[in-house]
């Protein structure tokens, strides 16, 4: 009888610590479940594309070294954006996601930032005349 009552007892802490074992991994896992609910979006977010990848990836095609190998005047060198009257990033970038004359629009692949990235990354070069990596 004794001998019973006293494995019961021990088969019952052993199943409280299980318990308690089992709530204390709980907590963690709630924890850690906060910590990802509350890190800021921009620590988990990919990074946005530099307007150079952009360029690199949806422009330069035809305007490799900011020229143009489609229609040789129509450049993205100061002088041709001058003429054109394209010469700050607002015009650029509105180029970029609708297209002028024979070329298409990019705003599907560029989105709203992007085209302004691509955008300011271009007048940036045109202004050093292509010359910057
Ligand atoms: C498939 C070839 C092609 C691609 C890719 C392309 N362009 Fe163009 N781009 C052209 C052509 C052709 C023109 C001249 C259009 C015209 O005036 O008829 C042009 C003109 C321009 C102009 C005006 C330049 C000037 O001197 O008049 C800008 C600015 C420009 N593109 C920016 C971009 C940007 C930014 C991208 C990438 C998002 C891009 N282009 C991608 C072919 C392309």
């Known amino acids: 009888m004794k001998n019973t009552r006293r494995s019961c007892l021990k088969h019952f802490s052993f199943i409280s610590l299980f318990l308690k074992h089992n709530l204390l991994s709980f907590l963690g896992c709630l924890v850690l479940i906060a910590i990802v609910f509350v890190t800021p979006n921009s620590l988990l977010a990919v990074p946005a594309k530099s307007g150079q990848v952009l360029?690199?990836?949806?422009?330069?095609?035809?305007?490799?070294?900011?020229?143009?190998?489609?229609?040789?005047?129509?450049?993205?060198?100061?002088?041709?954006?001058?003429?054109?009257?394209?010469?700050?990033?607002?015009?650029?970038a509105r180029i970029a996601k609708e297209g002028i004359g024979t070329m298409s629009g990019y705003e599907e692949y560029l989105g709203e930032d992007g085209a302004k990235l691509v955008a300011e990354w271009i007048w940036n070069q045109a202004q050093n005349a292509w010359t910057q990596g």
Do not use: Q, V, Y
């Open 55 to 92: 360029f690199n990836e949806n422009c330069a095609g035809c305007h490799i070294n900011g020229g143009n190998i489609i229609r040789r005047n129509r450049t993205l060198k100061l002088s041709d954006l001058k003429r054109r009257g394209l010469d700050n990033p607002e015009a650029i």
